[in-house]
């Protein structure tokens, strides 16, 4: 047990150096959901009304954020397959979970700093939440990643190559984005559609994100959500420890 | 340090099983340099994957460095270096990064002592800053190495060394793995498709084509085992003498073969070295006036010529 957590940390040091030494990467990975919340966040103020707007907005940006942040960490292992890294270190006595978690746990950080930068962007754009809820929020979705980043991993390690895994994700993400309700609430869908939205696991994270942003914590939906993401990351890192110890034959 | 039997893998591809290494017995002493040779597909490869505990083999089992292969694969892993045939290494990493890695990875200390010393063995001081990217060939080559050798492994793997380096980096490589094995009495098992290569590295070598070991030993008895050397005689007079020197030698006990060839003889003797002067002995006691002659060591691939009735080159 011990080793598994030493190997994690020397592990999830690797691949956090390049990023502590490029700090550019970070931005450039919380442009895309800044960009919708410069652009597209003042148009629901017109519908919503204002402080509302921006704490409905806002969570849904950030669950954004994980799918296509956390989502596309795979494309990091297939370059690490094709280089040889990987095999590399799978000849080494390292614990094959560390392999895994330490890769997890860099993609969970990087996110939570990201997703941080974004709330104090929409502080900016006129956000108004408490304190407590976007801490809770911010626990969500970095729990989330760690989630996201998992199942990134088996299908990266599944398909092992960049021209395969790319549609192959963009097919996932966008229906999960979609069926979230992350650029307006589910709630204004029609029966059928919100009815399908309630199968994806996501749309759960983000209504909890909003009620806590809300301020709304000791509610059913926060409760709800916070078990969901809990399932999503304990199925996830099992699914990933299970292919990551296959792996090494 | 290696003991194998029976290893084989076979894989399931949409044309059914294909099987990549069929029953590969083989022995490795400690301090031995072995080189597997053969032509690109031989499953020479495949064989080090599954002794190297990255590949399961589908039959037969092994002891690597003194761990059972599927027992205790992690037994193997703390005994053995690997260095893949591209090398393992993330070409935006300073190469000190990588090296320090690896020693904390196999819970070598103290850390920077061991990267100083692993840069100064592989003539890689002053790199540790610079990102792998931007090392030559040669360099690459040796971080590769000195990566394998973190832990100071009694074992290690080398997958094609020094394919696609130039000839000057090849023998500079040549020499540092001469060096492991005299220093630290390293036992190194590699693969090669270099004739050369096998020749001027390896104590013993095992000749690998569809998958099996078809032939093995030291370089020498391999190349014993094609019938003799090649002598070619070349004859002043070779209208006039040619028959009557073929007489003379077809009566050596170690010419197997003489035949006129242009301008004089072409014969396969034993042991060519030793019995030159017993050849010039004879064509002079027959009165034959001599012009030159030469000796050719058959090459190893004249061995994987005779023991596959393929070339090497075309075999690749």
Redesign the interface.
């Known amino acids: 047990m011990a080793k598994v957590v030493r190997?994690t940390y020397?592990i999830f040091?690797?691949y956090l150096?390049?990023t502590l030494r490029n700090r550019m990467v970070l931005v450039f990975g919380a442009v895309q959901p800044l960009v919708y919340l410069v652009l597209f966040g003042p148009l629901l103020t017109e519908v919503f009304g204002g402080a509302r707007s921006w704490r409905v907005f806002v969570p849904g940006i950030l669950v954004q954020l994980v799918l296509f942040g956390a989502g596309f960490a795979g494309f990091a292992l297939i370059a690490?397959l094709r280089?040889?890294?990987?095999?590399?270190?799978?000849?080494?006595?390292?614990s094959r979970v560390a392999l895994l978690l330490g890769r997890v746990l860099r993609d969970a950080l990087l996110l939570a700093v990201q997703a941080s930068m974004l709330v104090a962007a929409g502080l900016l754009l006129g956000l108004r939440a408490p304190v407590a809820g976007v801490l809770v929020g911010l626990a969500l979705v970095t729990a989330l990643a760690v989630a996201i980043a998992s199942l990134s991993y088996v299908l990266a390690m599944s398909t092992g190559r960049e021209d395969a895994f790319a549609p192959l994700l963009s097919t996932v993400t966008l229906p999960l984005m979609l069926l979230s309700g992350i650029l307006l609430p589910m709630d204004l869908a029609p029966g059928w559609l919100e009815a399908v939205s309630w199968a994806n696991p996501f749309r759960y994270v983000v209504d909890a994100t909003r009620a806590a942003f809300a301020g709304d914590y000791a509610t059913a939906t926060v409760g709800r959500g916070a078990a969901v993401t809990v399932a999503l990351v304990v199925v996830s890192v099992a699914l990933g420890t299970r292919r990551f110890r296959a792996e090494?034959? | 340090m290696i003991e194998a039997r029976g290893l084989g893998r076979t894989f399931t591809t949409r044309q059914g099983p294909v099987e990549a290494v069929r029953g590969v017995d083989l022995d490795v002493d400690a301090g031995e340099i072995v080189g597997f040779l053969g032509p690109n597909g031989a499953g020479k490869t495949t064989t080090l994957r599954m002794l190297?505990?990255?590949?399961?083999p589908t039959a037969g089992n092994a002891t690597v460095a003194g761990c059972d292969l599927r027992a205790d694969?992690?037994g193997v892993?703390?005994g053995?270096?690997?260095v893949?045939q591209?090398?393992?290494?993330?070409?935006?990493?300073p190469i000190g990064?990588e090296l320090e890695?690896?020693a904390?990875?196999?819970g070598v200390g103290p850390v920077a002592e061991r990267t100083a010393e692993l840069c100064a063995r592989l003539d890689l001081e002053g790199l540790e800053r610079r990102p792998v990217a931007s090392l030559s060939g040669g360099q690459r080559r040796r971080l590769d190495i000195a990566?394998g050798l973190a832990h100071r492994p009694r074992l290690l793997f080398l997958d094609e060394p020094t394919t696609g380096l130039d000839p000057h980096s090849r023998g500079d490589l040549w020499d540092h793995i001469r060096r492991m094995r005299a220093e630290d009495g390293t036992t190194v098992f590699l693969t090669t498709h270099y004739l050369e290569e096998a020749d001027a590295l390896c104590d013993r070598i095992l000749i690998m084509d569809r998958g099996r070991i078809v032939a093995e030993g030291t370089p020498a008895e391999l190349k014993r085992r094609v019938a003799g050397d090649v002598v070619t005689v070349e004859l002043a007079d070779a209208a006039r003498d040619a028959g009557r020197a073929c007489a003379a030698l077809a009566g050596l006990a170690a010419v197997r073969e003489a035949r006129a060839d242009g301008d004089g003889l072409r014969l396969r003797v034993d042991n060519g070295d030793r019995e030159l002067m017993g050849l010039m002995r004879a064509l002079d006691g027959a009165g034959v006036e001599l012009a030159s002659l030469r000796l050719a060591r058959p090459t190893l691939d004249d061995v994987f010529l005779t023991v596959t009735g393929r070339s090497l080159r075309e075999a690749a």
């Open positions: 190997d020397l040091l690797r150096r390049p690490d280089s040889g890294v990987a095999e590399r270190l799978r000849v080494t006595p390292v090494n034959a | 190297t505990t990255l590949l399961a694969p992690a892993r703390r053995i270096g690997y893949a591209g090398g393992g290494t993330d070409p935006a990493l990064e890695l690896q904390r990875l196999y990566l």
